[in-house]
Nanobody, 126 residues
Framework: QVQLVESGGGLVQAGGSLILSCAASGRTVSSYDMGWFRQAPGKEREFVASISRIGGRTYYADSVKDRFTISRDNAKNTVFLRMNSLKPEDTAVYYC???????????????????WGQGTQVTVSS
């Protein structure tokens, strides 16, 4: 089982940028398809982005497309989420997720992912 630890969250003004990191231990991220989810207060956890272990295919929620970029560095055993042009509605706890199944563009529900980090808070002020 892989252990995931997110970092990089914080407070940023609207229009600003943040880079979230997800460091893995116990297993290498090269063995997993990886994803980012977020949960705002009073809302369900929602899919943000995912990246496959083969080919590095990326998938994004429509709400973050063209603003967020998911990437992975297998040598550093880390997955990143670069967030640009942040909006107040991006405020949420962001979670890193991993699964050994081969995911696809339809694998956007949290049930597809078996391993989760503890989350990192992102707050965007207007």
């Amino acid at each position: 089982q892989v252990q995931l630890v997110e970092s990089g969250g914080g407070l940023v003004q609207a229009g600003g940028s943040l880079i979230l990191s997800c460091a893995a231990s116990g297993r290498t991220v090269s063995s997993y398809d990886m994803g980012w989810f977020r949960q705002a207060p009073g809302k369900e956890r929602e899919f943000v982005a995912s990246i496959s272990r083969i080919g590095g295919r990326t998938y994004y929620a429509d709400s973050v497309k063209d603003r967020f970029t998911i990437s992975r560095d297998n040598a550093k055993n880390t997955v990143f989420l670069r967030m640009n042009s942040l909006k107040p509605e991006d405020t949420a706890v962001y979670y890193c997720a991993a699964d050994s199944k081969y995911l696809s563009s339809s694998s956007t529900h949290e049930d597809f992912f078996g391993s989760w980090g503890q989350g990192t808070q992102v707050t965007v002020s207007s």
